[in-house]
């Protein structure tokens, strides 16, 4: 078996994170402590894997206010956690940490520090970075709840979209393994017993073909707990393009709490809900916080561009004229260069003109619709904007050289799409 390959940053910040084995005599960094040694370290323009030089420990507990001693402590453990390394590595289970190029970028974007310093899993990481549809719900889910799970399992193996869910009984399981079934992928995302589950036979099959991926911010012998559970629900939906609730009570379970956790997060993803006659309370109660109603008929050949303009859709009905994000932090691969993003400012320019501050942020929105030519018809209708304001929006973005207009029939395209 290949070994595993840790880079330097990774050791450090597993020395310095990680529990290895029962011994307690030193505590490891909670997050947020690492948080504000990481932050020391990137204004000092230094790595995580600097720490192994003892006259910049000391300097690092002074700009962090983590004990000098604690640190020292932690990063001796170079022995330990050679044993726990050879031990992972006879399961074929590997260790990526933010400082990694094979780290979920979507977990940087989405959570920014509160994404968890180090990742334990099992199968094919690059899967991590290809998004995908986080499918949640109750254990104990009823006939009619577990039907349409294993149909929308289905629908994602056919439109080649990842499943997500946190391998638990009941929904997490049905999603993912209707998908394996059915030719498609699906990832993982424990809150406990990584080393247990992937040593289930279905499991390790599953991973074998490429078709699988576990993975959990927790040593891969954790037992579940409460806490657990509640951490990975983020990380469940910030791997995910998409949300789908299935089945939720009200106010109550892992279930509910994740979602409306994801739906009050200021860069939050669009959280579907499965709705009809029979669905529980907490269903119906999401569409208040923000969430959609999952469509009544998918399509089987582009379920993705069909998500992708409901949410467009959404976004416009509900675009404030001073709804104004923050903008995206630029993509960093060196865990001492992350940092949050600032918030977006709005200049007296625009505040004196503000067509053109509203312009500007639905060109975004129009163009992504633009990846295959439409009619102004086709856009008004994905869009729910009326043709008068559209063909504006349309002439300015033709004139900047953003879009470009066709003929016979009339359409429009981005500049970079090849006209059909």
């Known amino acids: 078996m290949t ?13 310095l994170c990680a529990s290895l084995g029962r011994d307690q005599t030193v505590i490891p960094l909670r997050q947020g402590e690492y948080n504000g ?34 640190l020292k402590s932690l990063l001796a453990r170079g ?27 979507n977990y940087k974007k989405h959570l ?29 889910v009823d006939a009619e709840g577990e039907s349409f799970t294993q149909s929308v399992g289905q629908i994602c193996a056919f439109n080649k979209m990842i499943v997500i869910s946190g391998g638990a009984r009941g929904v997490d399981q049905i999603a993912m393994k209707s998908s394996i079934e059915a030719g498609g992928t699906a990832i993982g995302v424990l809150a406990e017993n990584l ?12 991973i074998a073909r490429g078709q699988l991926v576990l993975i959990s911010p927790y040593h891969p012998n954790a037992r579940f707990t409460v806490g657990t559970a509640m951490g990975r629900n983020k990380l469940i939906y910030a791997l995910a393009d998409y949300g789908l609730v299935v089945s939720a009570e009200y106010k109550k379970g892992g279930t509910w709490s994740g979602a409306a956790e994801e739906l009050k997060r200021a860069n939050a993803i669009t959280v579907f809900s499965r709705q009809g006659l029979n669905v529980p309370p907490g269903n119906r109660r999401l569409l208040e916080l923000g969430a959609m109603e999952w469509p009544g008929k998918t399509i089987q050949g582009n379920l993705k561009k069909q998500l992708d303009d409901l949410a467009a859709r959404k976004q416009l009905k509900h675009m404030d004229l001073f709804d104004f994000k923050k903008l995206p932090p630029q993509e960093q691969d060196e865990e001492v260069q992350e940092k949050d993003p600032s918030v977006q400012t709005i200049s007296k320019n625009e505040i004196a003109n503000p067509g053109k501050a509203i312009y500007e942020a639905v060109l975004p929105v129009i163009i992504k619709q633009l990846e295959s030519p439409a009619t102004v018809d086709q856009l008004s209708e994905t869009l729910d904007v009326s043709k008068t304001q559209l063909n504006s929006w349309l002439k300015k973005a033709s004139v900047e050289g953003k879009i470009q207009k066709l003929a016979r029939p009339s359409r429009y395209c981005r500049t970079d799409a090849r006209s059909h």
């Not at 720490?51 to 604690?70: E, M, P, Q, Y």
Request: aromatic share 6%; glycine share 8%; hydrophobic share 40%.
């Open 3 to 15: 070994a595993i390959n840790i880079t330097d940053d990774t050791k450090a910040i597993a020395l």
């Open 112 to 140: 920014k520090d509160k994404s968890p310093p180090l990742l334990f899993g099992i199968g094919q990481q690059t899967l991590l970075q290809n998004g995908g549809i986080a499918i949640v719900g109750s254990r104990n």
């Open 37 to 70: 040694l990481a932050r020391w370290l990137l204004t000092m323009k230094m790595r995580p894997k600097d720490l192994f030089h003892t006259d910049i420990v000391k300097a690092a507990s002074n700009g962090s206010g983590i004990d000098h001693d604690r």
């Open 79 to 105: 022995v330990k956690l050679g044993f726990c390394v050879e031990e992972w590595q006879k399961h074929g289970i590997w260790l990526i940490s933010r400082s990694d190029k094979d780290y979920p970028k």
């Open 195 to 206: 080393l247990k589950k992937s040593l289930e036979r279905s499991a390790r099959h599953a």
